[in-house]
Each structure stands twice: as structure tokens, then as C-alpha cells.
T-cell receptor, first 113, second 108 residues
């Protein structure tokens, strides 16, 4: 199994509070992704990173920001959580170098009340 | 509109049956990824393919780039195969388009 962890695994927070989710990898992979998964939708890309301090937006990036100051860590921040951001969040990593296979973390279930 | 469509959405099979899950896409992709999501939520990579066929144990994945179609086959299905199967197409950049998944239940 790819060495990829997410923290926290579960979180309940109130509307308007800031939330940061962490993805940590031990594989030294170049690419890291944040997705959200909601019923009736496929996994949807929020943001991704293609290197330290190099990030780009995905299709559902509004209300989210990311940071990657080290290869191993990719943080997702909800500046002011809303109920529409209740979801399961998955981090994924990809080696690059011609390899396109993604490896997923265990997910974080976030509930915004 | 979803760039990647899977069929069927739900599938129930008897143990031992041969199973086919289909994935069609409307955008240009360079590779297709098959994933398995367990009932507990974890997502596991099954195959990444850009042409032809790949086999791993009882699982076989095929792709026809020209027809924009891929299939995942499970031979001699078993209850432990019960999961959601997801296909994802990689575009020429660094992004993937995901299908909504096929929920498979294999009954003993």
C-alpha cells in the first residue's frame, strides 16, 4: 500500500469556522490531489499540486485553498466552512515520470453543521 | 453532463457469475484508470491502461481508445468482490474525469 495518510479522519465543525485537512505521503511522489466525493457525483477535483509550492485549481475549487510547503504534505483549507462542504475528502498521490496511476488516502469525513 | 459515464449504476450477481462493467467517455483521454471502493470507503487502484487489455487474477480490463470505451470484467465472481467500481479518464494534462461508479453486490 502506498504510504498516504489523512488527518483528521472524521471532523464535525460549525458553519463559518476554518478547517484544515492534512494529507501526508511517504512515497516522495510529485503530484498530490484533493478530491471530494458526494452522492450522485463522481470524485471531483478541488485542487492539485505538481510540486512544492506549485498548485492549480480543479473544477470545484471555490471556497477552498491549498498549500504545499514540503513534498510530503498537502493541506486543504476551508476558510469559512459551509454546509455545502459537508463531504468525504480524499487525497491522492501520483508519482509522475510517465506514471499516471493514482493512490488514494483513506478519506476524511467532514460534517459542517 | 458527465464526461465519463458508467453502466450499469447498480449490479447484483450470483456468486460465480461473469460480470461486466462498462465505461464510456466523451472527451479525449490518454489513459483510463479502474478503481475499487470498498464498503468501508477506501479506494484501491486496479488498473491503469491506455490500450489493449490487462489482467490481474480474476479481473480483466480492456480499452478501445477509438470507440472511447472500456470494460472491466470479473470472472467467477465472489461476495468479496462486492464494492463500487469507478473508472476515471486522464486528460493530456494532470487531471482525471471520474465516473459516478457501479455498485456491485455478489450474493452467495
Amino acid at each position: 500500500d502506498a504510504g498516504i495518510t489523512q488527518s483528521p479522519r472524521h471532523k464535525v465543525t460549525e458553519t463559518g469556522t476554518p478547517v484544515t485537512l492534512r494529507c501526508h505521503q511517504t512515497e516522495n511522489h510529485r503530484y498530490m490531489y484533493w478530491y471530494r466525493q458526494d452522492p450522485g457525483h463522481g470524485l471531483r477535483l478541488i485542487h492539485y499540486s505538481y510540486g512544492v509550492k506549485d498548485t492549480d485549481k480543479g473544477e470545484v475549487s471555490d471556497g477552498y485553498s491549498v498549500s504545499r510547503s514540503k513534498t510530503e504534505d498537502f493541506l486543504l483549507t476551508l476558510e469559512s466552512a459551509t454546509s455545502s462542504q459537508t463531504s468525504v475528502y480524499f487525497c491522492a498521490i501520483r508519482e509522475g515520470k510517465g506514471s499516471y496511476e493514482q493512490y488514494f488516502g483513506p478519506g476524511t469525513r467532514l460534517t459542517v453543521t | 453532463k458527465n464526461e465519463v459515464e458508467q453502466s450499469p449504476q447498480n449490479l447484483t450477481a450470483q456468486e460465480g457469475e461473469f460480470i461486466t462493467i462498462n465505461c464510456s467517455y466523451s472527451v479525449g483521454i490518454s489513459a483510463l484508470h479502474w478503481l475499487q471502493q470498498h464498503p468501508g470507503g477506501g479506494i484501491v487502484s486496479l488498473f491503469m491502461l491506455s490500450s489493449g487489455k490487462k489482467k490481474h487474477g480474476r479481473l480483466i480490463a480492456t480499452i478501445n481508445i477509438q470507440e472511447k470505451h472500456s470494460s472491466l470484467h470479473i470472472t467467477a465472481s465472489h461476495p468479496r468482490d462486492s464494492a463500487v467500481y469507478i473508472c476515471a479518464g486522464r486528460n493530456t494534462g494532470n487531471q482525471f474525469y471520474f465516473g459516478t461508479g457501479t455498485s456491485l453486490t455478489v450474493i452467495p
